[in-house]
């Protein structure tokens, strides 16, 4: 169970890193990009048919395109969410109307209305966080943030998760390292001792976590003279309009879709 719970991890670090990247060279505005971004996801996460999902799809894809990961890093990425979507919209192919009210409402076959909505639900969990996937990968988190962190009523939050992208797959990595190293030093392993050593290795981890969080704090407040906001002037490049004029049409046609 052990080794299962270690593969987990480094996959969690190694999502992270790979969206948390800071890319100095995109040449869209990752504010402007991260906006259009999420009101797809947002407009794909209301779709109530197939054909809505086809303009986000289009978006994404056209994005993926633009920062190559890779199709082995796409993946990775979204591995778990196909997993998560397989998991809650099995269920829907067993029964008549295509919802699951208790479960008198399931039967032992597919059918037809199930189905639908097996497909349904199963790429709207897929596609709908797709978009803002596509333009992390191709800007990275921090690259994003940067721009955030201007906003006052986001700046706060946006630190927030900036800590939580920089210190999670740190402590993932941790936790993995220390569950190799009491596993490696159990003789007779079974399901009690993995537990065993899962409970001790996660209030470690704690116990190091605390400790590795107050360094960074001594270190960034040795290296700090107060508050310091600078402010720069956005400016709108050929590129960031062609992106406007694309995500208005995009968005003119699902509208016309969604009506």
Excluded: C
């Amino acid at each position: 169970m052990t080794r299962h719970i270690r593969a987990f991890l480094s996959e969690v670090a190694y999502v992270i890193d790979f969206l948390s990247k800071y890319n100095p060279y995109s040449r869209v505005d990752p504010l402007v990009l991260f906006t259009g971004s999420l009101v797809f996801t947002v407009a794909a996460s209301f779709a109530r048919s197939l054909e809505a999902l086809v303009i986000p799809l289009f978006y994404s894809l056209a994005l993926l395109a633009a920062a190559k990961p890779g199709l082995s890093k796409i993946a990775r990425v979204m591995a778990p969410i196909l997993v998560l979507g397989l998991a809650s919209s099995t269920p829907l192919l067993f029964t008549s109307t295509g919802n699951v009210e208790s479960l008198a409402s399931l039967q032992a076959s597919p059918s037809g209305e199930g189905f639908k909505a097996f497909a349904l639900l199963l790429a709207r969990v897929v596609v709908s966080p797709l978009p803002l996937i596509a333009s992390l990968m191709y800007a990275g988190w921090f690259t994003v943030s940067s721009r955030l962190k201007r906003l006052p009523l986001l700046g706060g939050v946006v630190r927030l998760v900036d800590l939580m992208a920089a210190l999670t797959p740190r402590i993932a990595r941790y936790l993995a390292s220390v569950l190799l190293g009491r596993e490696s030093r159990t003789v007779k392993p079974s399901l009690l001792q993995s537990w065993r050593g899962l409970a001790s290795s996660i209030g470690e981890t704690i116990l190091y976590s605390g400790s590795y969080a107050e360094k960074v704090h001594l270190a960034i407040t040795a290296r700090s003279i107060g508050e310091m906001r600078v402010g720069q002037e956005i400016r709108f490049t050929w590129a960031d309009i062609a992106y406007i004029a694309t995500l208005a049409t995009l968005l003119a046609l699902e509208a016309m879709v969604l009506v």
